[in-house]
């Protein structure tokens, strides 16, 4: 449920980057094999939960909505 409510946060792996037309409760199915897949070819596949990618999506809008910098270009 909490996968639905926040949007796929804790599926960003398999949504973001491999299925993004995939809808959030196929991508709870398939998670499970990405990661045996990532394992057998040595890539790392790196898992959080829903809080801890909420929190980092809060922080970036956050950053986002601040001016730039004096001088950034």
Partial sequence: MTTLLCGALDHQIE???LFPKLPPNRLR???PAVAA???RHGVRYRR???AENLVAAVRRLARMS???AVGAA
């Fill in 15 to 17: 949504h973001h980057h």
């Fill in 29 to 31: 199915e398939i998670a």
């Fill in 37 to 39: 897949t990532c394992a």
């Fill in 48 to 50: 959080a939960t829903w």
């Fill in 66 to 68: 601040l001016p730039p």
